[in-house]
């Protein structure tokens, strides 16, 4: 359990359809610290957020289901927004980048299909956000004692051990 309150105010923000996006992303990050069993009966709702047309809030209900309470049913939705021809907004991508990991890091669960997935994504987005997000996780969940800082704005022509992704890289 976190020292981050959760107040009714937050469970009422998932989904009250009035409130700003950045209010309501702010209380799904601090029902991602605490255990689902106090706060399951949320669910439903905080999934149906995936789908929502707030990047914002699609990425933040990543983080919560999958980061935070480690459910393994939303890793295809997850791959989904990850997926550039899936959806076009880089924030929800890199934030799904981030929940992956953070689930397969947790629970070591789907580590070789995440890490595929991480890799496709740096192959292939065009986003230089999305792929440093990518490489950034693939780093933490590969060779987590190497240090992440890149110099300037991330390329992966120059900043990706193309090596270490070899046994994971798409033809």
């Known amino acids: ?4 309150k959760i ?8 989904a009250d359809e009035s409130a700003g996006p950045d209010e309501r992303a702010r209380s799904l990050f601090r029902l991602a610290y605490w255990e689902i069993g106090d706060y399951d009966h949320l669910e439903s709702a905080i999934a149906a957020l995936l789908n929502h047309r707030s990047a914002m809030l699609r990425g933040a209900a990543l983080k919560t289901l999958l980061a935070g ?5 939303y890793i ?3 791959i989904n927004i990850l997926r550039y021809d899936n959806d076009l ?5 890199a934030d799904a980048a981030f929940s ?5 890091l947790h629970t070591g669960q789907q580590r ?3 890490v595929r997935e991480l890799v496709r994504t740096l192959q292939r987005d065009e986003a230089w956000a999305v792929q440093e997000a990518s490489y950034e996780q693939l780093l933490k969940i590969l060779a987590p004692s190497r240090d992440i800082h890149f110099s300037g704005q991330f390329d992966r022509d120059r900043d990706v ?3 270490l992704l070899g046994p994971y890289l798409e033809n």
């Open 7 to 14: 107040t009714q105010e937050d469970v009422r923000m998932i």
């Open 100 to 104: 992956l990991a953070a689930f397969t």
């Open 1 to 4: 359990m976190s020292d981050k």
């Open 89 to 93: 907004d880089w924030c929800a991508r």
């Open 76 to 78: 295809d939705d997850a």
């Open 161 to 163: 051990d193309w090596a």
């Open 69 to 73: 309470w480690r459910r393994a049913q």
């Open 112 to 114: 070789e299909r995440i």
